[in-house]
């Protein structure tokens, strides 16, 4: 099946907001589309990403039914940006280790910038910033 060449591919991985983190990557002008956890990489490839987004979604990357991605998925050698259960099945595919929180994380929160280096090199060290 032929499809169009798309920017970024959204990997779905069940989250409620797969179809907001869509629109805003559209709103600033990049083409992207929204796949199922479980598209083959051969069709992911056929899309021609230049990255790609793994959503969030409700289930632990611990848990017996935990979605995973397709074979591979990790070894592309492209930009990927996990969010929330899609960071989580990163590090844990990865080789690291997901441990539950002190307290929740959903909402609003501090984030405190030890070190102004890589993608805080252009913020203050020491310094917060409101994110979710």
Known sequence: MNHPNSDVLIIDFGGQYSQLIARRVRDVGVYCELVHHETPLEDILARSPKGL???GGPASVYGPDAPRGP???LETGLPT???CY???YMAHELGGRVE???CEDYGSAKL???E???IF???TSGSQIDCW
């Open 53 to 55: 987004i793994l959503s």
């Open 71 to 73: 074979e591979g998925l």
């Open 81 to 83: 940006l996990g969010i």
């Open 86 to 88: 899609g960071m989580q």
């Open 100 to 102: 539950k929180g002190a």
């Open 112 to 114: 405190l910038i030890k």
């Open 116 to 118: 102004n280096t890589d």
């Open 121 to 123: 090199r252009h913020l």
